[in-house]
């Protein structure tokens, strides 16, 4: 069965930094994009960024470009977030999920962690 | 970047039909994917490429996509369908993921 087990949430400083990683097993973790979804409490889901198989293409929103770095080892099966320059609008629950289809970047996400906390607040 | 918007709640009788919209400009253009989320859960996928069901989604939810409004259909609906449903694409201008707003769906 596919797990995705999200690491590092936690509770930082406005303008501090953060690095989340997504344990992956049960899928062969290098054919298959990547996302990181967030939800702030009590809101709607937030598409963060996402990269490829490879991890040749990436993408981010426009609300975290330039903050956040996504990216992968695929020989150890983990997907990373790194976070800097982080605000209080970050403040949220961080999912990663995996790609529907294998090989080939759908972006159409149908699994996905239980996700992590991270808190913005001084 | 590409905007969509649903509306924030719908409540439908049980047996009944629910429908929920997401509106986008030309989003007919664009393939709508549709996730069900239960509180204190992840998301779990419905519906995609505007119409296809994942395995192990009941025939009871559908979905369609045209012009400016892709909806979501549950026919037949449970008490267990009870949730927020989250619509998505990808907008390839932008080269992002795009969510709507979110419907709570409330069964009377």
């Known amino acids: 069965d596919v797990l995705l087990e999200e690491f590092g949430g936690g509770l930082v400083q406005p303008g501090g930094s953060l690095r989340l990683s997504c344990a992956a097993s049960g899928f062969i973790f290098r054919d298959y994009a990547m996302t990181w979804v967030r939800q702030a409490p009590g809101k709607g889901l937030e598409w963060v960024s996402a990269l490829s198989g490879s991890g040749g293409n990436t993408y981010y929103s426009d609300s975290v470009k330039g903050r956040f770095s996504i990216s992968r080892d695929n020989s150890k099966n983990t997907l990373y977030l790194q976070m800097d320059k982080l605000r209080a609008a970050d403040t949220a629950t961080y999912f990663c999920?995996?790609?529907?289809?294998?090989?080939?970047?759908?972006?159409?996400?149908?699994?996905w962690g239980r996700g992590t906390l991270v808190t913005v607040s001084s | 970047s590409y905007v969509m918007t649903q509306p924030p709640s719908v409540s439908v009788a049980p047996g009944e039909t629910a429908t929920i919209a997401c509106g986008g400009e030309d989003i007919g253009s664009k393939s709508v994917h549709w996730y069900q989320q239960k509180p204190g859960q992840a998301p779990l996928l419905v519906i995609y490429?505007?119409?296809d069901r994942p395995s192990g989604i009941p025939e009871r939810f559908s979905g369609a996509n045209s012009g400016n409004t892709a909806t979501l259909t549950i026919s037949r609906v449970e008490a267990g369908d009870e949730a927020d449903y989250h619509c998505?694409?990808?907008?390839?201008?932008?080269?992002?993921?795009?969510f709507g707003g979110g419907t709570k769906l409330t069964v009377l």
């Open positions: 490429y505007d119409s």
């Open positions: 999920a995996k790609d529907l289809f294998a090989t080939s970047s759908s972006w159409i996400v149908n699994s």
């Open positions: 998505q694409v990808w907008d390839r201008d932008g080269e992002q993921g795009v």
